[in-house]
């Protein structure tokens, strides 16, 4: 479910009504974990500002039932 949520989201980023932007998003792929063979890199924790209010997709995707 993640991954139909991204795709969603860059759906709405693109003039996917136009024939360019349905070309654009039919050549688009969302893998749901690493790509192929490839494993993950290990990345630092970003610093968020105080007050900041923040999700990211997975929060939303388990609270909407996602398994991952």
Do not use: C, N, W
């Amino acid at each position: 479910m993640p991954h139909l949520m991204f795709k969603r989201s860059v759906r709405g980023m693109i003039p996917y009504q136009t024939p360019r932007g349905r070309a654009a998003f039919k050549r688009l792929r969302v893998d749901i974990g690493p790509a192929g063979a490839e494993k993950p890199e290990t990345i630092e924790r970003a610093q968020m500002t105080s007050g900041t209010v923040h999700v990211t997709l997975g929060d939303v995707s388990r609270k909407l039932g996602a398994k991952f």
